[in-house]
């Protein structure tokens, strides 16, 4: 007689007990169950510190559905220890139970003592699965409402503490270390007209390095730090509670993100503030003031194409585009003149700009496009462009930056659990019972803000390796175009020249007023390398030593 096959499957969430039963030892009995059952044991399956909240974080768990469904072994049971160790999902618990049983494979959960196949055993794990999940869901409830009462009272409700300060007791205070990059940067944002990326080079520019924490290894400042310090009321001396939450992905069954809320609890907070209450109310005033473009009340199509890329001569900063327009008698606007115009921004001595002058568009647009169609009308800038498209980046430091958040968050999702385990298994007549399960949830409590962080960075590094490959994708892009340029340009749209030249070039520098010979272009940075008798160019400028002008190339060294 063919003897009956089984899968047996074991799950803990850490090394440590459940229910009384280790590993070791929940595998022990589910061999004894198939031995006296007289089954023969196919294949084993475990996933030892994993959680149960879904299937998709448990490899060999989908390892077995994927063998049940080739029907490699011809089972007819899978083996687990309690029903708890199958899923704690209910969803999942029932949705991988019926592909089980439409290859006709049965579930058993040896000490619970439910059999899928009898109609008794399908009601009991419908019932204990979604009470399984029930009470996970009111675990975390309870936790989120005790974080947020302790937000109420002003204190830190869990995680690591903000860049600026540093946690004794559960209690911020400012690290002084930390704190001038703080108060660096609401200055420098409420008190001129630096915008995030200008700040970031601001800082780095006046050798501020960025501490390196929470297993973070980049010291240089991103404008997703910038502006989480300046989004933050923690450093006016407030708490904030639920600016982010986790929510469902539509469309999907067990999958959540971390979502950023437009509105959220503010409270008074015990801690010191970094900055005052008024500078950070600025600091918002102008978040929420930049980022929208007024509306044109020009020609819809014209681009202002060299705006913020050409360099005013006197203070460095951006020069951006004017409209002049001349009117009929009756009125009626019949032309628009444009041109590139310094906006006299405060300069490093406290005075505002004095460059008055206003460059015609046309002009100056026509001159950079002359100097770009020379730069890449070399016989060898072919070859060597498509030997730039491909190269490789190096995001290696990103990658381990985020293998690093990845163990940290399987380790303290270890110890979560494990805590977890603990409080299910404390004894209620115990008369240190209510004691000890405060203290396990206030444990617990710091566990899952501490989990929040860490997904937070993930997300936040995950975004990193996700722009520097896009990048990579817009220079390869950027170099496919340069091949054709000299035929496609003059045919585009003045938003895709526009378009390309932010993607080209870092800057244009030009002279206060144009030369005897009618120059006035001084130099031309550019973002991506070219290619000159087979040497890499960042940019070019004119050399006037002599009479005659000569154009002298910047070669990256």
Same mark, same amino acid.
């Given at each position: ?17 459940v ?7 929940q595998h ?6 198939a031995?006296?059952q007289?089954w023969?044991?196919a294949? =084993?399956?475990?996933?030892e510190?994993?959680s149960?909240?879904?299937i998709s ?7 077995? &559905?994927k063998?049940? %469904?080739?029907?490699k ?13 199958f899923g704690?999902?209910? +969803?999942d618990v029932?949705?991988?139970l ?7 494979v ?13 109609d008794?055993?399908? &009601?009991m794990?419908? #019932?204990?699965?979604a009470v399984a999940e029930i *009470?996970?869901?009111n ?5 989120? *409402? ?5 937000a109420?009272?002003?204190r830190?409700?869990?995680?690591f ?8 007791n559960?209690? &911020?205070?400012?690290a002084?270390d930390?704190a001038?990059v703080?108060?660096e940067?609401?200055?420098? /944002?409420?008190n001129?007209?630096m $915008?995030?990326?200008a ?5 780095m ?6 501490? !390196?924490r ?6 240089e400042?991103?404008?997703g730090f ?5 989004d933050?009321?923690v450093?006016?001396?407030k708490?904030a ?5 986790t929510?469902?992905?539509p469309g ?5 993100h971390? #979502?950023? !809320? ?9 801690h010191e503030?970094i900055?005052?209450? %008024? &500078? ?7 978040r929420?003031?930049?980022g929208?473009?007024?509306p044109?009340s020009h %020609?819809?199509?014209?681009?202002h194409?060299?705006?913020a890329?050409? @360099?005013c001569p006197?203070?460095? +900063?951006?020069?951006?585009g ?5 009117k009929?008698?009756?009125g009626?606007?019949y032309?628009d /003149? /444009?041109?590139?115009?310094? @906006?006299?921004?405060t300069?490093?001595t406290?005075?505002p700009?004095?460059?008055?002058r206003q460059?015609?568009e046309?002009k ?5 496009? %002359? ?6 009308l070399?016989p060898?800038?072919?070859k060597?462009?498509? =030997? ?5 980046i190096?995001?290696s430091?990103?990658?381990a ?6 163990k ?12 977890a ?10 008369? !240190?019972?209510d004691?000890k399960?405060?203290d396990? !949830? ?10 929040e962080?860490? *997904? ?14 896009? =990048?990579?994708?817009?220079s390869?892009?950027?170099?496919q ?9 003059d045919?585009m749209?003045?938003?895709? @020249?526009?378009?390309?030249m ?7 520098e ?7 010979? $009618?120059r ?7 973002r991506?390398?070219?290619?000159c008798?087979? @040497? ?14 000569t154009?002298?190339?910047?070669v990256i060294k």
């Amino acid at each position: 007689m063919k003897k009956t096959k089984c899968y047996i499957y074991t799950r803990v969430s850490t090394s440590m007990q459940v229910d009384g039963y280790s590993l070791e030892a929940q595998h022990k009995k589910l061999l004894d169950y198939a031995k006296y059952q007289d089954w023969i044991v196919a294949d =084993e399956y475990s996933d030892e510190g994993h959680s149960g909240k879904n299937i998709s974080g448990r490899p060999d768990f989908i390892r077995m &559905l994927k063998d049940i %469904e080739s029907g490699k072994d011809g089972v007819s049971y899978v083996l687990v220890f309690k029903l708890s160790r199958f899923g704690r999902n209910a +969803a999942d618990v029932l949705s991988s139970l019926q592909l089980m049983q439409d290859y006709g494979v049965n579930l058993i959960c040896v000490d619970d003592g439910i059999d899928s196949s009898k109609d008794s055993g399908k &009601l009991m794990i419908s #019932v204990l699965s979604a009470v399984a999940e029930i *009470e996970r869901e009111n675990i975390l409830v309870q936790t989120m *409402e005790g974080r947020k009462q302790k937000a109420r009272e002003g204190r830190w409700n869990g995680g690591f503490a903000p860049y600026g300060y540093s946690l004794n007791n559960g209690e &911020l205070h400012i690290a002084e270390d930390e704190a001038p990059v703080i108060r660096e940067i609401y200055d420098k /944002y409420v008190n001129t007209n630096m $915008g995030i990326h200008a700040i970031c080079k601001h800082l780095m520019n006046q050798g501020f390095v960025k501490k !390196q924490r929470q297993g973070n290894t980049l010291s240089e400042f991103s404008t997703g730090f910038v502006k989480g310090v300046l989004d933050n009321p923690v450093y006016c001396g407030k708490i904030a509670f639920g600016r982010r939450k986790t929510e469902k992905i539509p469309g999907t069954r067990n999958e959540f993100h971390i #979502v950023k !809320q437009d509105e959220f609890d503010v409270y008074d907070g015990i801690h010191e503030a970094i900055v005052s209450e %008024e &500078l950070w109310k600025q600091a918002q005033l102008k978040r929420n003031a930049t980022g929208f473009k007024p509306p044109k009340s020009h %020609e819809l199509e014209h681009e202002h194409i060299l705006s913020a890329i050409i @360099k005013c001569p006197i203070c460095g +900063a951006g020069m951006y585009g004017n409209v002049n327009r001349k009117k009929k008698d009756d009125g009626e606007y019949y032309k628009d /003149y /444009y041109y590139y115009a310094c @906006k006299h921004r405060t300069m490093v001595t406290g005075h505002p700009c004095t460059y008055k002058r206003q460059w015609n568009e046309e002009k100056v647009d026509a001159a950079v496009v %002359e100097i770009i169609r020379k730069l890449i009308l070399n016989p060898k800038f072919e070859k060597a462009i498509k =030997e730039k498209i491909d190269a490789s980046i190096d995001i290696s430091a990103y990658e381990a930056e985020l293998d690093n958040l990845r163990k940290q968050i399987k380790q303290t999702n270890g110890a979560k659990s494990k805590l977890a385990q603990q409080m299910d298994s404390l004894d209620v007549t115990d008369p !240190q019972y209510d004691n000890k399960y405060a203290d396990m !949830q206030c444990r617990l409590d710091k566990f899952y803000a501490a989990l929040e962080d860490i *997904e937070k960075q993930i997300s936040d590094t995950e975004f990193k390796i996700d722009t520097i490959k896009d =990048e990579k994708i817009k220079s390869d892009a950027v170099y496919q175009y340069l091949l054709s340029f000299d035929q496609v340009y003059d045919e585009m749209t003045d938003k895709e @020249k526009k378009m390309f030249m932010n993607s080209f070039l870092k800057s244009v520098e030009i002279y206060e007023e144009e030369r005897c010979d $009618g120059r006035f272009l001084k130099s031309i940075s550019l973002r991506f390398p070219v290619f000159c008798d087979g @040497k890499e160019v960042i940019g070019a400028r004119w050399d006037n030593k002599n009479k005659v002008e000569t154009v002298v190339l910047l070669v990256i060294k």
